[in-house]
């Protein structure tokens, strides 16, 4: 039993990366909020972090999902070649965005964050680029079927962004020393990239596999797209709400977060199941809903824990600066109901990738709709308000799409019963903390 507890297979690859790059994130968020560093120098740098989510998440996440879900289609004696022409394909357009977006900073920064300029621009944007081999090897890894390999890339990466983040910000030397130590770090994953690529890809172009992944690969991009302006709303509106005032903006920040475990442990089970569904979709719905079970008594039991002891443990992680983000806190920590349902892996596994775009629009509809209606009466709350009622109803839509279009009940990948009971456990723990 000990043995099956402690074996690494891909799933729990892709959970301990994802819970990897997410607590390094929290954490490199705590220290900085412990040493000398100004507000407004934090706030510059979530303001960079929101910029790059924005430049990368959506063609990043669509690119991905479609290899996942492809790869199993590409001839055997094609794989290695069809890696290589992927890893092309990603640098190439993300050289373009980078130097486009360079280019167009100076009415870009302004149109996305409120502000004229951002300081430490140019060397973020390389660390954008060059850091796009992160998430090459992270899925390369995966497809590889090397789990160990994974975790241990995992853990020395993003264990060296904690240091060459806080390490500078600690010793008093500002903030400029620490993004360009970050370039640096993601020239080096972009090496290990390269390394890994000349012993397991192989030079050449397989036209036809690559057409097809990119055919597969588009409505999934454009469904990201709007759940990056989804995501990347809420922060403009901050911004615009607030005349880019770069301490409410880190106020909002701070707070709009999840369970630190849940959006890491939930996006890499969905990723990680992408392939075995794809696959064989009977084989793969029950256990999806058995895996999914373990994470409802890990994650829903935690995420009420913390939400109830927010009040205490807040302010004391981060600084009493962040006072005000607790209630953004609580509010987020709702987004767990729709994280905890799975629709739309089974959806992409079944290439219906244009319905889970077209859904995506109605959910970004519904988040701007509800966020400049409540922005004004309840300001930073009404944003996470907004955005937790327009997540929740993407992924029933999705639900109710799976079902009716291709007869497969919620019942047959979801434990039922146990989402509904943990969701009014939440809900009832949510309004006591009012």
């Not at 994130?25 to 934090?42: N, Q």
């Not at 400029?176 to 890809?201: D, E, H, Q, T, V």
């Not at 829903?300 to 962040?322: D, Q």
Request: aromatic letters at 18%.
């Amino acid at each position: 039993m000990l043995k099956a507890l402690f074996q690494i297979d891909n799933v729990r690859a892709m959970q301990g990366n994802a819970l990897s790059r997410q607590g390094s994130a929290i954490l490199i968020s705590i220290l900085l909020a412990k040493t000398a560093l100004p507000k407004e120098s934090i706030g510059w740098y979530e303001q960079l972090l929101y910029l790059g989510y924005v430049l990368t998440s959506f063609w990043v996440t669509g690119l991905m999902q479609a290899l996942l879900s492809r790869f199993s289609k590409v001839e055997t004696g094609q794989r290695a070649v069809f890696l290589t022409n992927v890893a092309l394909i990603f640098g190439s357009i993300g050289a373009a965005l980078t130097l486009g977006f360079w280019w167009g900073r100076h009415w870009l920064v302004p149109l996305l964050t409120g502000q004229a300029d951002l300081p430490f621009l140019f060397p973020f944007l390389l660390f954008l680029w060059l850091n796009l081999a992160t998430f090459l090897l992270e899925n390369f890894y995966l497809l590889w079927d090397r789990p160990g390999e994974l975790l241990w890339f995992a853990g020395l990466t993003y264990a060296a962004q904690i240091a060459v983040v806080v390490y500078p910000a600690w010793m008093g030397w500002g903030l400029g020393p620490a993004i360009w130590a970050l370039a640096g770090l993601g020239g080096l994953r972009f090496l290990w990239l390269l390394i890994r690529l000349s012993k397991l890809g192989q030079w050449g172009w397989q036209r036809e596999a690559v057409r097809r992944w990119l055919r597969s690969a588009w409505p999934l991009v454009l469904y990201a797209a709007v759940g990056t302006m989804s995501l990347a709303f809420d922060p403009w509106l901050v911004n615009y709400h607030f005349d880019g005032d770069p301490d409410i903006f880190a106020i909002f920040r701070y707070g709009a977060r999840e369970l630190p475990l849940a959006m890491a442990l939930a996006a890499a089970f969905g990723t990680a199941m992408l392939p075995a569904v794809s696959a064989n979709l009977q084989e793969a719905l029950p256990v999806m809903r058995r895996k999914s079970l373990r994470l409802y008594h890990l994650l829903f039991p935690l995420t009420l824990a913390l939400m109830l002891s927010s009040p205490y443990w807040f302010t004391w992680v981060f600084s009493a600066a962040f006072e005000d983000s607790v209630p953004v806190f609580n509010t987020f920590l709702l987004i767990l109901i729709s994280r905890m349902l799975f629709p739309r892996t089974v959806l992409i596994g079944l290439d219906a990738n244009r319905a889970v775009f077209y859904f995506s629009l109605v959910e970004l509809f519904l988040n701007v709709a509800l966020g400049f209606w409540l922005v004004v009466p309840f300001g930073l709350l009404g944003v996470a308000w907004a955005t937790v009622i327009a997540y929740t109803a993407d992924k029933l839509l999705l639900c109710l799409y799976l079902y009716y279009r291709f007869g497969i009940a919620p019942a047959a990948y979801t434990p039922v019963g146990w989402w509904g009971s943990y969701t009014l456990l939440l809900a009832i723990g949510y309004v006591l903390t009012f």
